[in-house]
């Protein structure tokens, strides 16, 4: 089936710092979303993607759509620790049931 | 208040019984969704819903029954409960209509516990 590769798997940055994570596929999609998880909560949507080449910011964040539909990559600038959490990734193909294929997230803690 | 409503939060059951996770919306979204999250393996599909009346079998769906006799309510039922269904589960919907019908919100979760 569909898998999502997000890397890296987790990351331990000092406030400040900005950060980078990815998430690649062997199949196209139509949409990528990024999502937060703060502990003992549910994903909570950040940016949402629906074009390819789409660069899209929301705040200190900021996400593209892969040109070949088959990636994407979420930026977070100037890290406080508030961003510390779970992102994930996940793409989905507009039609298909509108479910989702979601990356494994990637671990983020801030040192202050 | 409007969103997405799951109950109980926090769930011990003893192997063998019966349990009901409950999900609840007020957005009127057609689908919706069961996801179980373990460590390693991320956010697992195990029953999804496109309308009432109308649910599919996800990744993970052994196990499990789902229904959906009304449009704001999916719940999931463990007939016999494992161990290995220990996890903190999650419910989703979205609205397909116009071109953000990917975008699913999630409720706060049930950490479910089978001794």
């Known amino acids: 089936g569909q898998q999502l590769n997000q890397s890296p798997q987790s990351m331990f940055i000092q406030e400040g710092e900005d950060v980078s994570m990815n998430c690649t596929s062997s199949s196209i999609f139509n949409t990528w979303l990024w999502y937060k998880q703060d502990p003992g909560e549910g994903p909570v949507l950040l940016i949402a993607?629906?074009?390819?080449?789409e660069l899209t910011s929301n705040g200190r964040l900021t996400a593209q759509f892969g040109i070949t539909r088959k990636d994407s990559f979420l930026n977070i600038s100037a890290s406080i620790p508030s961003d510390v959490g779970i992102y994930f990734c996940?793409?989905?193909?507009?039609?298909?049931?509108?479910?989702?294929?979601f990356g494994q997230g990637t671990t983020l803690q801030v040192k202050p | 208040d409007a969103g997405i409503t799951q109950s109980p939060r926090y769930k011990i059951t003893e192997t063998g019984r019966q349990v009901t996770l409950m999900c609840h919306q007020t957005w009127s979204h057609s689908y919706m969704f069961w996801y179980r999250q373990d460590l390693g393996h991320g956010l697992r599909l195990i029953y999804y819903s496109a309308a009432a009346d109308i649910t599919d079998k996800g990744e993970v769906p052994d196990g499990y029954v789902v229904s959906r006799s009304k449009t704001e309510n999916f719940p999931l039922t463990l007939e016999s409960a494992t161990r290995s269904q220990t996890s903190v589960y999650f419910c989703?919907?979205?609205?397909?209509?116009?071109?953000?019908?990917?975008?699913?919100?999630f409720g706060p979760g049930t950490r479910l516990t089978v001794l």
């Open positions: 989703a919907s979205s609205d397909p209509t116009g071109g953000e019908g990917d975008e699913q919100f």
């Open positions: 993607l629906y074009k390819a080449g």
């Open positions: 996940a793409g989905g193909s507009s039609g298909n049931t509108g479910k989702l294929i």
